[in-house]
C-alpha cells in the first residue's frame, strides 16, 4: 500500500533564509507525488507533482522537489522564504484504487516564517 | 472565472439535523471529491464520483451521503448518523478520475 510520512510536524525559519519539507513515501510501484499548500481556512492549492518524468520539479512561488528513488524521498525546498509562504504543506501520494487516483495524505507540516 | 465553489463558507448546526454543503464547479470536469479535515491531519476521502449518475464511498462514508444529478454539482449532507461532524470539508474536482485533483476553498461545519 502507498503511503506518506511527513517528517517534521512545524518547520520555522527566518524571512531570506532557505526551506527544507522533507517526506518519504512508500510505494511498490513508481509513484505520483506531489505537494499541496494550504493557507489558513482555505483550500489546497497544488504546489507541483511528479509523474515519472525529470527528478527535479520545479513548481509555483519558487518551490522545487527533488524525487529520490534511493531514498525514497520527495523533499520540497525553496532558496529563500517569504513571509507569504506561511501555510500548512501536505506531501501526496496517488494510490491506484479501482481505477480512480486515490490521494494519500501525509499529516501535514506547519511552515512559520519569521521577520 | 474558472474554478471550485463551496457554499456556505461556514456552517453551524444543532445536535440531530442534517445537513447540505453545497459543491458546484465550471471546469467541465468529470470527477469530483469530497473529503474532511481535522486539525493536525491530512484528508480523508469520504465519497466520489467519477461521472454524473454514480459515486462510490470512500474511507469515510458513514454518516455521509451525496448526489450526482449534474455534471457540475455535487453536494454533500451530513446526517444525524455521523458521530463526530465538526470538521473542515473541502470538495475537489479533476478532469479524469486519474487527473490532478483541484480543491475548492472548503466549508467549516460546527456542531452545536
Not at chain 1, 532558496?79 to 501526496?92: G, L, R, T
Not at chain 2, 464547479?25 to 476521502?45: E, K, T, V
Not at chain 2, 461521472?51 to 446526517?79: H, M
Request: charged letters at 15%; one cysteine or more.
Amino acid at each position: 500500500a502507498q503511503s506518506v510520512t511527513q517528517l517534521d510536524s512545524h518547520v520555522s525559519v527566518s524571512e531570506g533564509t532557505p526551506v527544507l519539507l522533507r517526506c518519504n513515501y512508500s510505494s511498490s510501484y513508481s509513484p505520483s507525488l506531489f505537494w499541496y499548500v494550504q493557507h489558513p481556512n482555505k483550500g489546497l492549492q497544488l504546489l507541483l507533482k511528479y509523474t515519472s518524468a525529470a527528478t527535479l520539479v520545479k513548481g509555483i512561488n519558487g518551490f522545487e522537489a527533488e524525487f529520490k528513488k534511493s531514498e525514497t524521498s520527495f523533499h520540497l525546498t525553496k532558496p529563500s522564504a517569504h513571509m507569504s509562504d506561511a501555510a500548512e504543506y501536505f506531501c501526496v501520494v496517488i494510490s491506484d484504487s479501482g481505477g480512480y487516483n486515490k490521494l494519500i495524505f501525509g499529516a501535514g507540516t506547519r511552515l512559520a516564517v519569521h521577520p | 472565472d474558472g474554478g471550485i465553489t463551496q457554499s456556505p463558507k461556514y456552517l453551524f448546526r444543532k445536535e440531530g439535523q442534517n445537513v447540505t454543503l453545497s459543491c458546484e464547479q465550471n471546469l467541465n470536469h468529470d470527477a469530483m471529491y469530497w473529503y474532511r479535515q481535522d486539525p493536525g491531519q491530512g484528508l480523508r476521502l469520504i465519497y466520489y464520483s467519477q461521472i454524473v449518475n454514480d459515486f462510490q464511498k470512500g474511507d469515510i462514508a458513514e454518516g455521509y451521503s451525496v448526489s450526482r444529478e449534474k455534471k457540475e454539482s455535487f453536494p454533500l449532507t451530513v446526517t444525524s448518523a455521523q458521530k463526530n461532524p465538526t470538521a473542515f470539508y473541502l470538495c475537489a474536482s479533476s478532469q479524469g478520475a486519474t487527473d490532478t485533483q483541484y480543491f475548492g476553498p472548503g466549508t467549516r461545519l460546527t456542531v452545536l
